[in-house]
């Protein structure tokens, strides 16, 4: 498990946020069975499952398989940092609803705009869940990694808007530790870009 350790070290709320590439055909059943999400957390151990879940794998009794073998696969934890990289990389800290994946300035001041975490299509659950498809994931990897490779970690800080102060992450961007948050920036791009080379969706829970 990858982890955005400091990106959330000074976030006082507790909703958090995890990142998981999933094959096309597994994202295909949480469509139909967003359940299945607690399932692919659970994979380690359902050796005495609860009702529900005794129901759920009934349903899915052709694939389990299969899905419990992609649930043992690294997933990339946000923790509580979702907020914060959400604002990082697109530069809004209350917005969370964005009408693009990938927005490029056309000034070449602004810098480059990637909706990696609260993007994508959402499904029908009781938390927030929403999924890349293997082609969008293609686009924010290649976004995410001309950031990475091209964008100076600090300037592109600075040239993003201030939080708010009434912002849940205003604490955090002021006492921010920018060394290691590049870090965790590094290791979100490269599971996106690991995603994209098996030709995997991503999955992004928010709960």
């Known amino acids: 498990m990858a982890s955005a350790v ?3 070290r000074r ?12 094959s ?21 151990d359902i050796s005495d499952p609860n009702d529900w879940l005794i129901e759920l794998i009934e349903k899915i009794n052709d694939d389990i398989t299969l899905i419990l073998a992609e649930g043992k696969t690294e997933f ?11 604002w990082f990389l697109t530069g809004e800290s209350e917005e969370y609803n964005l009408p693009f994946i990938v927005n490029e300035s ?25 999924y890349f498809t293997p082609d969008e994931v293609k686009q924010v990897a290649k976004a995410l990694s001309r950031i990475a490779r091209q964008e100076n ?8 808007k ?18 290691e948050n590049f870090i965790d920036f590094t290791n979100f791009v490269d599971y996106y870009k690991n995603a994209s080379e098996r030709g995997n969706a991503i999955l992004i829970s928010i709960y």
């Not at 976030?11 to 999933?22: D, E």
């Not at 955090?172 to 920018?178: F, G, L």
């Open 24 to 44: 096309p055909y597994v994202l295909e059943k949480v469509k139909e069975y967003p359940d299945i999400m607690t399932l692919l957390s659970l994979s380690e």
């Open 76 to 86: 990339f934890d946000l923790v509580t940092g979702w907020h914060s990289m959400h």
């Open 106 to 130: 056309t000034n070449g001041y602004e810098p480059l705009l990637v909706n990696a975490v609260l993007g994508g299509t959402r499904i029908k659950a009781d938390f927030d869940l929403r």
């Open 11 to 22: 976030n006082r709320y507790v909703i958090t946020g995890k990142v998981r590439q999933v």
């Open 6 to 8: 400091v990106f959330y």
């Open 162 to 179: 201030q939080p708010p102060r009434t912002s849940r992450i205003y604490l955090w961007y002021t006492e921010d530790d920018r060394d």
């Open 153 to 160: 970690f600090a300037e592109r800080w600075k040239k993003l």
